[in-house]
C-alpha cells in the first residue's frame, strides 16, 4: 500500500532504490500498528556454496534493529536460535537455515546456505583453442531443458558471449552455449544465472545451477572448485514468450560478481 501510494503521489517519477531506503524508516511505526510486512533481503552470501579446506558464511544484515538467527541442523529458525554475529568458518559440509527477526518478532525469508567440499576440478587440454562458444537455437517451444532436441536445430553460430545472434526469433525457443570456459587462477568461483524463462548451467558432467522451468526472472547462484584452466561449460535455455531475460555473472577467487564476457569463452 505504501508503494502505491508512491506511485499516486509521484507520477511518473517512480524510484524504487529510493523508496527502499525510506520506507525502513516506517518499520518501527508499522511494527507498533500490528502492521504485517516484508522484511529486507539478505545477501552476502552464495546459496549452494563450495569449499575445499575451509570457507566462510558471511551474511549482510540489509537493516539496523535486525537480528539475523540460523540453525544447522534441518530446523526453521525462531526466536531461540542461534544468533549470527560475525563470519562464520566452515571445515565440514553443512546446511545452514538463516531468517532475520524484527525486535517484535517479525521474522523474514527463510534461506538455506549448502556448503559442500570439493577438490578442485581437473581442466581439459585444448591444443588451439578459438574465442567464443558454439551457439545453437531451436525455434520450438519446450517446458524444459531436457525437451531440447537436434532434430529442431534451426541456427548454428559462434557466439561472443551469453546472448542470442538470431535477428528474427519466434515468440517460443531454446537456445544451447557450449564450449570451454577458462578459468585464470585455481579456486573457488561463484556464479548468478538469472534467467526467464528456464536455464541450466553445467561444467563438464556436473550440474551447477538448475533453473529450469517456465517462470519470471528468477536469479540462482552456486560455486564451483577449479583448478587453472579450460573446462567444459553448457548452458542451455528456454524461452516460453512474452519476453526473455538471459544473463550469467561470475566472480572469481579474487574478484567481484561481473557479467562474463568474450575473455573467459572458447571452443
Do not use: C
Not at 216 to 235: D, N, R
Request: without cysteine.
Amino acid at each position: 500500500m505504501l508503494a502505491m501510494a508512491e506511485v499516486a503521489w509521484y507520477k511518473g517519477a517512480e524510484n524504487w532504490t529510493g523508496f527502499e531506503k525510506r520506507v525502513q524508516k516506517h518499520f518501527s511505526l508499522l511494527d507498533a500498528m500490528n502492521v504485517n510486512y516484508r522484511l529486507p533481503d539478505l545477501d552476502g552470501f552464495i546459496t549452494q556454496s563450495v569449499f575445499v579446506d575451509k570457507g566462510k558464511l558471511h551474511i549482510n544484515k540489509p537493516l539496523a534493529g535486525l537480528t539475523v538467527r540460523y540453525t544447522t541442523d534441518g530446523t526453521l529458525p525462531t526466536l531461540s536460535s542461534r544468533v549470527y554475529t560475525e563470519d562464520l568458518t566452515v571445515t565440514k559440509p553443512v546446511e545452514f537455515k538463516v531468517a532475520a527477526f524484527r525486535p517484535n518478532g517479525n521474522r523474514g525469508d527463510i534461506y538455506t546456505i549448502k556448503y559442500e567440499q570439493q577438490n578442485y576440478l581437473k581442466p581439459v587440454q585444448l591444443p588451439a583453442a578459438q574465442k567464443g562458444l558454439n551457439f545453437s537455437y531451436y525455434p520450438v517451444a519446450y517446458k524444459t531443458v531436457n525437451a531440447i532436441q537436434e532434430k529442431d536445430l534451426g541456427v548454428v553460430s559462434i557466439s561472443q558471449a551469453i546472448e542470442i545472434p538470431v535477428v528474427k526469433k519466434v515468440e517460443s525457443f531454446a537456445t544451447r552455449h557450449s564450449g570451454y570456459f577458462y578459468a585464470a587462477e585455481t579456486g573457488v568461483y561463484s556464479f548468478a544465472l538469472r534467467s526467464d524463462d528456464g536455464s541450466v548451467l553445467k561444467f563438464g558432467s556436473r550440474l551447477l545451477i538448475d533453473n529450469d522451468g517456465l517462470h519470471p526472472s528468477v536469479e540462482k547462484t552456486a560455486q564451483i572448485a577449479l583448478e587453472k584452466g579450460y573446462h567444459p561449460f553448457e548452458l542451455l535455455f528456454i524461452e516460453g514468450g512474452g519476453g526473455y531475460t538471459l544473463q550469467l555473472q561470475y566472480k572469481t577467487p579474487s574478484g567481484s560478481l561481473k557479467d562474463v564476457d568474450a575473455s573467459v569463452f572458447f571452443h
